[in-house]
Every structure is written in structure tokens, then in C-alpha cells.
């Protein structure tokens, strides 16, 4: 006779000889951590020595796995473990909440998160009790209005502390043009800065012509320059080129070129939106 029952029933109809073989089992525990973060699976059990078993953390809604700990370690999920001895291991969950962020109308700009000095896009999802430092971004020809449901919606950038579901809106105001104004005239030699002044928070549209007489190929590194002179915008090498920004700062801005050893001509065009 065969089998793998525990149990058995001998007739003796003759003489027999029973062999009896036993396999070595250890015990696998599992368990979440904590028990509302999700589960494991499979639950655990006795299995043979050697087993390979092949271990799932599956997160409840609003919860994501984060790692392994006892038995097994790491963050890789599935992972594996060997049936070697007992084992205990256990899935750590984190508690997670949604952000929602939008622009009204749409048309007016977006909302990004600035991370380590960066604009990143926002994510669907955060553990919980992470601050965000939000921003918006203005599309031209617009400005942020105010926000709502942020921590402060006075301020901008703002921050977001992601201790529930959030919703935050950046409204955005259309600024409207004022009257074009332009800019001509000469420089020989040497950096040619030809300032406007504009109010923070105002957009600023136009473009730059520059023309050399002796050479009307000419061509220059063109930039626009803050009130600190550092540089805003490269318009590379070009003698006539478009430019738009939004002023951060009040004060005067420029267009800066190395005029050639001969006599350039500048033409600055420019509209400011308010």
C-alpha cells in the first residue's frame, strides 16, 4: 500500500512490512503592520523544508507596502523566502492620501511641486503628513489670482501638508496689453544693455532687431537680463528674435548684446500686460 494519509488500514492476510517516511516541516508566519495596511499572501502555514514560497503584500485602499521586515527585508514586492527554518515576516504599510490640484480656467497656467529647487509634476498620491511647497505657472497672458484649500492660501509659493485628501485650485487672473512701446538706436563697441522697467507680477511680449550696416548678415548673442543682471532669457545667436517673461521682480530689465567694432543699430519692441 501507498499514500500520504496519516492514517491507514492493514488487513492481515499475511506477513507485511510497513515504511513509514516523515519530511521535515517549519512553520511560516506572516503578518501586516499595521493589520488595517493591507495583507500578505499567502497567510502563512506549515510547509515542507526547503520550500520556495513566493510572498505578495497587497495594500488596502489608501495604504501603500513599504517594506519587509524579520525574516525577509527590503522593498522588493513579491519577495521570496526559503523554507530553511521558521520564518516571520511581516509587511509594513504606509498610510497614503490623494492630492487633486487644478488651474482655473485650465488656459491659465498649471500647478507643479517645487522639489530640491526643482520643478517636478505633481503626484496622484503621498504618504501621510508630507508638506509640499506648491507653485503655479502662469500661461501667457495670465497671473495667479489666489488659491484655495492650500495651507496658506495668502502666499505664493505655498504648502500643502498632506494630512487628509486634498483639493487645491490656483486661480488665475487674464491680464490685458497696454500701449506697445519701442526702443531704436546705436551702439559701437563694447555691451549694449537697452533697459525697460516693468512691475512684478507683469508680462512683458515683444522682440529685438538688431543690423550692422557694414555686415547686414551680422549676428549676436542676445540675452534679457533681470534687475539684477543675471540672465532671464538666452535668445542665442541671432540678430532679430521674440521674447516673453514674466517679471518676478520690479525694476528695469534689459536686452543685452556685444555690439560689433562698427556701428549696430537696435530696434526693442515691447508690449507689458498688467
Known amino acids: ?24 516541516v517549519h512553520d511560516l508566519q506572516t503578518r501586516a503592520n499595521p493589520s488595517e495596511g493591507g495583507r500578505v499572501e ?11 514560497v513566493k510572498l505578495t503584500a497587497v495594500a488596502n485602499p489608501g495604504w501603500r507596502f513599504n517594506r519587509w521586515e524579520g525574516s525577509v527585508s527590503g522593498s522588493v514586492n513579491p519577495a521570496s523566502v526559503r523554507m530553511d527554518g521558521n520564518k516571520n515576516v511581516t509587511a509594513t ?14 488656459e491659465g497656467g498649471s500647478v507643479s511641486e517645487v522639489k530640491d529647487g526643482k520643478l517636478t509634476p505633481l503626484a496622484k498620491v503621498y504618504d501621510k503628513d508630507t508638506r509640499l511647497t506648491v507653485v503655479a505657472i502662469p500661461a501667457f497672458p495670465w497671473a495667479l489670482s489666489r488659491w484655495s484649500g492650500t495651507d496658506n492660501d495668502l502666499v505664493k509659493p505655498t504648502t500643502v501638508t498632506m494630512n487628509s485628501d486634498r ?21 559701437y563697441n563694447g555691451r549694449a544693455r537697452i533697459p525697460f522697467s516693468v512691475k512684478a507680477g507683469q508680462w512683458v511680449e515683444g522682440g529685438v ?10 549676428k549676436f548673442p542676445v540675452r534679457v537680463l533681470d534687475p539684477s543682471y543675471g540672465v532671464l532669457l538666452d ?17 528695469d530689465y534689459y536686452v543685452d548684446f556685444p555690439a560689433a567694432f562698427y556701428t549696430t543699430n537696435y530696434t526693442v519692441r515691447y508690449t507689458i500686460y498688467s
Open 1 to 24: 500500500m501507498s499514500g500520504s494519509s496519516d492514517r491507514t488500514t492493514v488487513t492481515m492476510n499475511s506477513n507485511k512490512t510497513l515504511v513509514v517516511s516523515f519530511v521535515k
Open 42 to 52: 499567502p497567510a502563512g502555514g506549515t510547509l515542507d523544508a526547503g520550500t520556495e
Open 93 to 106: 504599510f504606509t498610510k497614503v492620501y490623494s492630492l487633486d490640484a487644478a488651474a482655473n480656467p485650465a
Open 167 to 187: 483639493k487645491i485650485v490656483a486661480y488665475f487672473v487674464k491680464m490685458n496689453p497696454g500701449p506697445s512701446d519701442v526702443k531704436t538706436g546705436q551702439h
Open 209 to 218: 532687431s538688431l543690423t550692422v550696416g557694414a555686415n547686414p548678415n551680422e
Open 235 to 251: 535668445l542665442g545667436v541671432t540678430s532679430n528674435a521674440p521674447f516673453k517673461f514674466l517679471a518676478e521682480k520690479t525694476g
